[in-house]
């Protein structure tokens, strides 16, 4: 039986400058997607440091129905802590994550 590679058919890569309008943010890193087929929208939910570096990174979202047009970042998830990374369980709802808690 012949093996076949996988092709995914994917677009060129383009910079989405999410935070732009938050002033002082100074990272924007580990974004994840889930499609919300209900809304037919992503929702994108990502780390970032904004101002002080004390209070660490928080968890943001907004929305896209298309990759181009996007809703006003929201703090999705703050536990108050200098890191935090979030580790999916499961998909696609209800979207359960827990936490790495490091107060260093």
Sequence with gaps: MPI??????????KQIP?????PETS??????????????????????SVGDPG???????????????????VVFF????RRNRRHDLSRPRPILFYFQRSDA
Excluded at 27 to 48: F, G, H, M, R
Excluded at 66 to 73: E, I, L, Q, R, V
Aim: aromatic content about 16%; glycine content about 4%.
């Design 55 to 73: 209070p660490g990174n928080r968890i943001y979202s907004s929305l896209t129905p298309d990759f181009n047009t996007f809703s006003k970042p």
């Design 78 to 81: 703050d536990p108050g802590l």
């Design 27 to 48: 990272n924007v890193w580990a974004p994840e997607t889930y499609w919300d087929q209900k809304a037919k929208q992503w929702l994108i939910v990502w780390s970032s």
């Design 18 to 22: 999410i935070m732009q309008d938050v």
């Design 4 to 13: 076949r590679p996988i092709s995914p058919h994917w677009s060129a890569q």
